[in-house]
């Protein structure tokens, strides 16, 4: 274990917070003053090819990811004192097990909420053609406000089921498919049943299957159909055990295809909570028995009586003000680097097959980062001016720069450079267009297939849903994830010395410059470039959360 505080990089470790085969502490970023969490894979680990293999695919993998209810990986990295490292949200609150186990999960209105965003997190993450393989309580959490995070990606299950591993969990075989438990080829069902038991554990409180050792565990799971009778005791709706029941199919084909059609059940399930109503029978007019004669005396009393009750039914079902919903965010905020522009909240259609993306709100710059901002930021950090530096075009994008002066720049204003999704979303709006202004393939509206750069406020016609300006042309910009080269990337860059290698980090650059003709694919498509290469077709713009 580390002596605290210490550093690593620009992070400063403040208290352990555990951890077995990695050490996991709460950090402050220096830079930006944010808490984050440090995982630091441990120096036995490090000496254990599948460990480090583990912790490599959790790092890439849920570093690729943004969605609103699976953890943020924010930096990943190797440190020459400390080893293998990466930096996650900080999340505050209590893992769903802890919730289960404390009563914290609230009535059944509150379980479906934390049901349905486990299952959206789910639906996003199979959209990224990743299967999760590990869902269980453990790795689920609940923000004090109830928010749910998806955790702990990438980690081979089939391996971490040897008995006789040091550090084995017994609680992780519970979750198993019965495909998993017979080794055979695995897909995205395996999640849905994991998902099943850990809805049935969720709303009855309970495992499903009770077994003492590995060996009792699996023959249940292969053999023995799962026991509803806690979830009926329980007085849970048909519907909602109907639905654990599909889930915890033993043949894949025999349970729901997707985790968007079990969000929709339910959120279906969670509205008709909402809308019950009691139905009172009526009787016909015909059947109605005669009034009997009332006492003169008694008249005046029903009538004080109606008076009252009219009364208190007003103040009873008169509208309730709601919760003071929090102010509008502003279209356009303006920063020490110049204006920004809102990208809302919610989902948008992303790549090329519109996939369905859920972002929270942020905001982009409205124009790539000018000549004259670089220039600010270079005399503020004493670093030098890009080659070939156009003193005279303070109006133009910077350019000539990598994709770590570009982090530098961003860290530097108090912003960040956005991911694919983000880029990508505030590029084309919801709704999958084609280019910023729509559909229409029109060269006109942007700096494409000229031979020179043009001012960053150019171009207006060719803004965003949003207002961000030259998304497409004028310059490429650098989006912070990875991306492998390919065979020919990899011979593209003759003039770069030592020639790039694909064990090299190499980075996504996306929206074409000026030099080439306007792409149909310019909203999805990207390229890749080595870390350290910059020329003058590449410029870069950044983002900042939404508070």
Known sequence: MIQLPARLGKY???????????????????VIGRPVAVKILTGAASQDEEAKARFLTEARTAGNLTHENVISIYDFGCDEEHGLFMVMEFLQGEDLRGAIRNGHTGDLKKKFGIAVQIARALEFVHQAKIIHRDIKPENVHINTAGVVKLMDFGIAKLEDLSVTRAGYILGTPYYMAPEQVRG???????????????????????????????ERIFYSILNEPLDLNPLLAAGLPQPVIDLVAACTAKQPGDRPQDF????????????????????????????????AAR??????????LSVLIAVGLFF?????????????????????????????????????DKQRISLPAFYVDRTEVSNAEYARFCQATNRPLP?????????????????????????WAGKRLPNPFEWEKAARGADGRAFPWGNEHDPSRANVGTSALRPVSDFPSGASPFGALQMVGNAWEFVDQ????????????????????????WYMIR????????????MWDSAPVPARWKNIYIGFRCVKNAP
Do not use: C
């Open 387 to 411: 080659d070939a530096f156009p003193a005279g075009q303070p109006n133009y994008p910077v350019v000539n720069v990598t994709i770590g002066d570009a982090r530098a720049f961003a860290a």
């Open 12 to 30: 400063e470790l403040q208290e352990f917070l555990g951890g077995g085969m990695s050490h996991v502490y709460r950090a402050r970023d220096t």
């Open 316 to 352: 009873a079902l008169r509208p309730k003000p709601g919760p003071a919903q929090p102010p509008a965010l502003p279209g356009v905020i303006s920063t020490s680097t110049g204006a920004m522009v809102l990208v809302p909240a919610g989902e948008f259609a992303f790549g090329e």
């Open 295 to 304: 006492p003169a005396w008694l008249i005046p009393g029903i009538a004080v």
């Open 260 to 291: 968007g059609s079990i969000a929709a059940t339910l959120e279906r399930m969670r509205e008709s909570l909402d809308a019950a109503t009691r139905v009172l029978p009526q009787t016909s007019q015909a059947e109605a028995p005669a009034p």
């Open 184 to 214: 055979e080829k695995i897909n995205e069902l395996v999640d849905v049943y994991a998902f099943g038991i850990l809805l049935f554990e969720l709303l009855a409180g309970q495992k499903p299957i009770a077994g003492e050792t590995v």
């Open 482 to 505: 990875q991306r492998p080269p390919s065979p020919q990337a990899l011979k593209g860059f003759p003039t770069l010395k030592p020639p790039p290698s694909a064990e090299e980090p």
């Open 511 to 522: 929206g074409q410059s000026y030099g080439e003709p306007l792409l149909d694919a310019v």
